[in-house]
């Protein structure tokens, strides 16, 4: 069942090698007051930050910076960039940088003229904005978490030993525009690079496996997931292989800017998962769904036996022939953990720096989501987390 | 390879059963003055009419009306409703009914405020508009066209035989608001259902069978096809089944929102012969894409061989085992003829009104287009519409 659902995406896309040059029809829409907010600094070193602060001088915009925003980003940064913005009068903020930099933005972007604490009203009661929103555009450099066109932001207290993601409903929330070039992926280290592939497959997979029907939303999931299958393999074998890294960096953004959850349940129960084990490891998010994704898919197999079915034939071109459904999905699950080895994931949450003493603390910081084939109690998150060590 | 691009698609979808309730949410956001464009009048018989006028005179509407625009929109109706916009003032201009009503009102929408010819600016010279567009809504009751999530706009100019679509550049020609209510379309006679459904699909042949890459589009064709095949075989077992015509409506758009052309070639050379089919005979739309398209994919199969390979081995599960590249793409056309057999489509163009008298001037209304795998000569033009008698 296509269940009801509204859609709107605004977000303005310029794809391609040189498309930052189109910041120059984006700049002048906005006032005169940027804060630039970036990373660790690798945009130093590449020269992107140098070709974007070239653009912010030519349009004559009055630029503040925050830097430094890590790879998981915590509230405590979130308070410090809501300083900078504040006395900076921020028309735009501008992200350059991956979805932490992108989903940091735009916490920021609800945060700067909100009255509350911003963590216990977006985080904690996951209320909307009710203040005025600060427009955010995006320079992608790094590709995975589909932050650039969509309307979500997650954010980690280190206090509180939480990573918790919000999806606004509002889409002026999301970038209002998005530069996508290609050329800025290549130089990021492999393990950033497939960390992101499998992030992307995740996101696909959260959204897939849920509900019994035969929607079109699950259609164009399996389109996306044969994509990214297809260019991941080319991309482990030559990291500058421009069209696999391209094709790869338009399927993230598909794979969660809300259109394969239109009109169907979604699960999350997987990030939720591995976003438990790096808010206690501060591992890179899309390995820590890899380390947990396949305990968790073989104890939730018996409950969407049709979907793991459809997915092993569908998906991994499992022939059926002369098996069971149950021989077929394992089939499947047995494909998916081949790719993941071909791209060189990290399998296993110990290698993340989890222990089996942090399970107890990691299972209580797992939040349990109810779209899946299994709401699973706190004992089957410590099994599916033991299973993963 | 995957071209670089932009995309921006803001029109904001609400779909399910109901969701006229959203044009509360949407009429506010506009000045007083509506006009309200519809087609022959079956929205007087099925209620359409009656929800959405009650719900312009709640919201304090002046309303004039557009009606009787046809399904295949002609430039002079178009110069008739010019004149209703302009002396009415329109703020809005709201279209109720199926791809031809919201193609003429989008045309309209560029229309009001100009000071030239539009046929001759827009459909002769393709120009794009450097006056006021007056923002369009949409509720749709006829599925197919894509119109109501993208800014093209076909008209037919009955003195000069001529039926053209123009694709404008500027997103703000798309609608800003579209509601989806499959519901709508349950009362729509078999004929223009599986014309729209076959118009849909051959949206994603135009699209898909260009270029040489494996890029994410192409993949997205994919899964639009298979939910497209799927849900129209159920629903010509069962017109009534809301989820497979919910299905299809939603396919309906992806279809044809520029998603799929993403960073690609497209060819859209058999709506040119349908255009030209349409412009001398008047058949319905989906039904002139129908009569031509297995002569001109035949034709054309041998030039872009490994597409309809993958064609064949992708949407139509055909085994490749054992044989020619040939003879699996000719299997894969096959199974397409199979299933247009089992849709009812009229599979040539005599039963459309025409015969080879005609045959030389479809010819010459015939656009050339140089995105496929053959730019056809007029002999190639004129061989594949004879073909299709």
Redesign the interface.
């Known amino acids: ?19 930052v040059k ?1 910041l120059k029809e984006e700049l002048p829409k906005y006032g005169k007051n940027v804060v630039l907010v970036y990373g660790g600094g690798s945009i130093k070193k590449n020269g992107i930050y140098d070709a974007v602060t070239a653009i912010l001088k030519e349009c004559g915009k009055d630029v503040a910076e925050i830097s430094g925003v890590m790879p998981n980003p915590t509230y405590d940064k979130l308070c410090e960039g809501m300083k900078i913005a504040r006395a900076h009068r921020a028309d735009l903020l501008l992200a350059v940088g991956g979805g932490s930099v992108c989903d940091y933005t735009k916490a920021l972007a609800v945060s700067v003229h909100c009255n509350e604490d911003p963590w216990e009203k977006y985080y904690l009661r996951f209320e909307e904005p009710d203040c005025e929103i600060v427009p955010v555009g995006c320079v992608l450099t790094m590709v995975g978490t589909g932050s650039e066109m969509n309307a979500g932001a997650v954010i980690t207290n280190t206090a509180q030993k939480l990573k918790i993601g919000h999806v606004f409903a509002d ?1 002026s929330v999301m970038p209002r525009f998005s530069v996508l070039d290609p050329v800025y992926t290549l130089t990021l280290p492999r393990y950033q690079m497939v960390a992101g592939i499998y992030d992307i497959f995740s996101h696909i997979c959260e959204q897939y496996f849920s509900g019994t ?4 939303s699950d ?6 997931m ?2 990214l299958i ?2 991941s393999r080319i991309a482990v074998r030559d990291m500058q292989d421009y ?1 696999a890294r ?2 790869i960096m ?2 993230a953004t ?1 794979a969660l800017n809300t ?1 394969i959850a ?2 169907k349940d979604t699960d999350w129960e997987v990030h939720m998962l591995g976003q438990a084990v790096g808010a206690l490891t501060d591992a890179t998010h899309g390995m820590t769904l890899a380390a947990v994704s396949l305990p968790y898919y073989r104890h939730i197999m018996p409950y969407g036996l049709a979907k793991f079915v459809r997915f092993a034939k569908s998906v991994w071109d499992v022939d059926a022939a002369g098996k069971s459904d149950e021989e077929i999905a394992n089939e499947g699950l047995a494909c998916m953990e081949g790719w993941m080895k071909e791209l060189g994931l990290v399998m296993n949450i110990t290698e993340l720096g989890a222990n089996e003493g942090m399970i107890e603390d990691i299972a209580k910081a797992t939040l349990v989501m109810e779209g899946g084939y299994k709401v699973l109690t706190h004992e089957e998150i410590v099994d599916i987390l033991k299973k993963s060590l």
Chains 1, 2 share one sequence.
């Not at 069942?1 to 498309?19: A, D, Q, V």
């Not at 029907?213 to 079109?216: F, P, Y």
């Not at 259609?219 to 996306?224: C, D, K, N, S």
């Open positions: 069942m296509l269940g009801n659902f509204t859609y709107c995406n605004p977000t303005k896309l310029y794809f391609g090698e040189g498309s189109y889409e029907d035969d929607n079109t259609y164009l999931a399996e389109g996306l044969h994509s297809h260019s069209e391209s094709n338009w399927t598909w259109l239109c009109g």
